[in-house]
């Protein structure tokens, strides 16, 4: 496949909303090994924008990068127009492994519960966070179980729950199916569009899943390899609600899944 340049993403957003992810020129290393290039994309207010890219290429570390988990060697990132400098407080994350994000000593509502205790809210705006945010991915009945008494479904929905209790602008999901079985992933990415839906959230997915990038996405970033930047910006046409049989039997999410593949070189690779 011919490389091709850089594309970046629009500077308008849809229906005039402002952008609430900002990225410019993000660089980042390890010693000698250039990892991100030249990253610049924004995400905008209401959004839900998935990011693929090959194995290996750096999605973990661009999404720690934009969370400011991690040090980055050059450029900007701003969430709801604040540079990011360490973890901002409008920023919620959901991480891949749900086995060590949780603690294991904890209950699921303490592990909801855990991170309101750097908010600036009382004890019964923190329970009533957590309460509502169990409710939402259908967990109310489970809150004084700990998490290893949950099959592996139930504990992701547990770290979906604790980033929505913080009421996040912005919400990161690093790979956070990819441990789970085919039918709980299924399960997993219908409830992602029901509460994006629901709470007007700003959501940047990351996922190794063609598939799944197409069926949540609005937008889909498509990285390269390393040293990574990005490749192609493709719009979603795809009509919402999104149904697992209806919306993946259409000619356009066939389109979508061949340019997708084509743009990572699995077709080159052939």
């Keep these: 496949m011919t490389e091709t340049a850089p594309m970046r993403a629009p500077s308008a957003g849809p229906e005039g909303r402002e ?30 924008v998935s990011i693929v890219g090959p194995s290996g290429c750096g999605k973990t570390t661009m999404l720690r990068c934009l969370s400011g988990l991690l040090p980055f060697d ?25 086995s060590r994000s949780l603690l294991p000593w904890q209950s699921v509502e ?15 705006e923190a329970a009533g966070r957590a309460a509502e945010a169990l409710d939402s991915v259908g967990l109310s009945a489970h809150v004084r179980k700990k998490p290893w ?22 919400l990161l999901m690093d790979e956070p199916f990819a441990s789970v079985d085919a039918q709980t992933r299924v399960e997993l990415e219908d409830l992602t569009l029901k509460l994006w839906e629901e709470r007007d959230m700003t959501v940047a997915f990351v996922t190794h899943d063609i598939d799944e990038a197409i ?24 009509s919402r609600p999104r149904d697992q049989i209806a919306t993946k039997a259409t000619e356009e999410f066939a389109r979508l899944r061949a340019s997708v593949f084509d743009a990572l070189g699995h077709r080159s690779a052939a």
């Excluded at 660089?27 to 290039?37: I, M, P």
């Excluded at 709801?80 to 994350?93: I, R």
């Design 110 to 124: 303490e592990n909801v519960r855990l991170p309101l205790r750097y908010k600036a809210i009382s004890k019964k």
């Design 215 to 238: 069926y949540l996405g609005g937008r889909i970033v498509v990285l390269t390899r390393t040293p990574t930047t990005i490749r192609e910006v493709m719009p979603v046409d795809l």
């Design 149 to 170: 008494q949950l099959s592996g479904g139930m504990q992701q929905r547990v770290a979906i729950a604790r980033a929505l209790a913080y009421h996040p602008r912005l």
């Design 74 to 98: 050059a450029g900007t990132v701003r969430v709801a127009g604040q540079p990011v400098t360490g973890p901002p407080d409008t920023l919620g994350l959901v991480f891949q492994d749900y």
């Design 19 to 48: 952008p609430i992810l900002e990225v410019e020129g993000l660089r980042k290393s390890y010693g000698r090994e250039l990892v991100l290039e030249d990253i610049s994309v924004r995400v905008f207010d209401g959004e839900l």
